[in-house]
């Protein structure tokens, strides 16, 4: 390994199960750019150490996964505004003067995955409903918000999680509790599962979804299965549906471009590359 080649990773513990080795090899490989992307296994009491040695052996930066999402707000120089709000960073930038930044991508690649997924979707199609409260739900409740959409539920099983968020992020933002998820899906145009609920070796998410209508863009946060229970009936009720695949492809695209100088594609073959 040469140290002139820009050298970039994922930290994170486990970390073998990650998909981004494989999706930053195939982008590396698509654009012909010579540089190394490496799963990076660091424990919690080692991180600190291992991202203040990072720099030093010459990697530009790195996407930084659990546990280590929240504490590593603590240990970078600066992070956005964006990452302070929603309480937790994905990616690292190391700049030439010795600098760590961190910001967070997740909102980011949830709308661009939307966009891409749903191209009629539209801020103002109405009523969002954000099933969860947990660590997914924050980026997504600050892209919602930052995009302009006006009404949000917020239906989390442990209701007073629902609560601290709704006091971070505001008014626009309705806690609802979780035995109402299916008359708010009702109500709403977008319907969005950041829980994770129908997730592999998870229970399903049962809610009703018998108040689903064509139109309505429904998306899960959980990509594993593809197809979710949620997104089946979506889709069989006519709904548009967007995957959670894409949004894993999409966070990665702003550190791509930054360590590597190209804004990397997401399209069919980009999927394939993290697939089996
Ligand atoms: P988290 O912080 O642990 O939050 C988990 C959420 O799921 C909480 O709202 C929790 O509710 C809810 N939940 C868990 N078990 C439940 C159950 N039995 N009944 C009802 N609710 C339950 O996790 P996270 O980081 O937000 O991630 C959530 C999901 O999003 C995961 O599947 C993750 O893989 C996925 N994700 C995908 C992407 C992507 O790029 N596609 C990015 C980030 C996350 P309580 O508060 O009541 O416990």
């Given at each position: 390994?040469?140290?002139?080649?820009?050298?970039?990773?994922v930290i994170g513990d486990?970390i073998?199960?990650s998909?981004?080795?494989?999706?930053?090899?195939?982008?590396?490989?698509?654009?012909?750019?010579?540089?190394?992307?490496?799963?990076?296994?660091?424990?919690?009491?080692?991180?600190?150490?291992?991202?203040?040695?990072?720099?030093?052996?010459?990697?530009?930066?790195?996407?930084?996964t659990i546990?280590h999402?929240?504490?590593?707000?603590?240990?970078?120089?600066?992070?956005?505004?964006?990452?302070?709000?929603?309480?937790?960073?994905?990616?690292?930038?190391?700049?030439?003067?010795?600098?760590?930044?961190?910001?967070?991508?997740?909102?980011?690649?949830?709308?661009?995955?939307?966009?891409?997924?749903?191209?009629?979707?539209?801020?103002?199609?109405?009523?969002?409903?954000?099933?969860?409260?947990?660590?997914?739900?924050?980026?997504?409740?600050?892209?919602?918000?930052?995009?302009?959409?006006?009404?949000?539920?917020?239906?989390?099983?442990?209701?007073?999680?629902?609560?601290?968020?709704?006091?971070?992020?505001?008014?626009?933002?309705?806690?609802?509790?979780?035995?109402?998820?299916?008359?708010?899906?009702?109500?709403?145009?977008?319907?969005?599962?950041?829980?994770?609920?129908?997730?592999?070796?998870?229970?399903?998410?049962?809610?009703?979804?018998?108040?689903?209508?064509?139109?309505?863009?429904?998306?899960?946060?959980?990509?594993?299965?593809?197809?979710?229970?949620?997104?089946?009936?979506?889709?069989?009720?006519?709904?548009?549906?967007?995957?959670?695949?894409?949004?894993?492809?999409?966070?990665?695209?702003?550190?791509?471009?930054?360590?590597?100088?190209?804004?990397?594609?997401?399209?069919?073959?980009?999927?394939?590359?993290?697939?089996?």
């Open positions: 390994m040469s140290s002139s080649l820009p050298i970039a990773g486990p073998s199960h998909k981004s080795p494989k999706l930053f090899r195939h982008w590396l490989d698509r654009y012909q750019i010579s540089g190394h992307y490496i799963p990076l296994k660091v424990a919690e009491q080692d991180f600190e150490s291992v991202v203040r040695t990072l720099p030093k052996m010459g990697f530009v930066g790195a996407n930084v546990p999402k929240e504490k590593v707000l603590e240990v970078a120089d600066k992070a956005t505004d964006r990452a302070i709000l929603i309480g937790a960073a994905n990616t690292l930038i190391f700049t030439n003067d010795g600098q760590i930044r961190a910001d967070n991508t997740d909102g980011y690649g949830f709308l661009a995955n939307l966009r891409q997924g749903a191209p009629k979707w539209v801020p103002d199609a109405g009523p969002a409903v954000v099933l969860g409260a947990g660590g997914a739900a924050r980026a997504v409740l600050a892209t919602l918000i930052e995009t302009g959409v006006s009404t949000i539920y917020l239906c989390n099983r442990t209701r007073g999680r629902a609560e601290v968020l709704q006091q971070s992020f505001g008014p626009r933002v309705t806690v609802v509790d979780w035995v109402e998820a299916g008359n708010v899906i009702e109500d709403s145009q977008t319907i969005i599962n950041t829980t994770s609920l129908g997730m592999i070796g998870q229970p399903e998410l049962r809610v009703p979804l018998d108040g689903l209508e064509p139109g309505n863009v429904v998306t899960d946060l959980v990509y594993a299965p593809l197809e979710t229970r949620l997104l089946r009936e979506a889709r069989q009720a006519g709904c548009d549906v967007v995957d959670g695949l894409g949004m894993l492809l999409h966070q990665a695209v702003p550190g791509f471009e930054r360590w590597f100088g190209q804004r990397p594609e997401v399209d069919h073959d980009t999927r394939l590359s993290v697939l089996g």
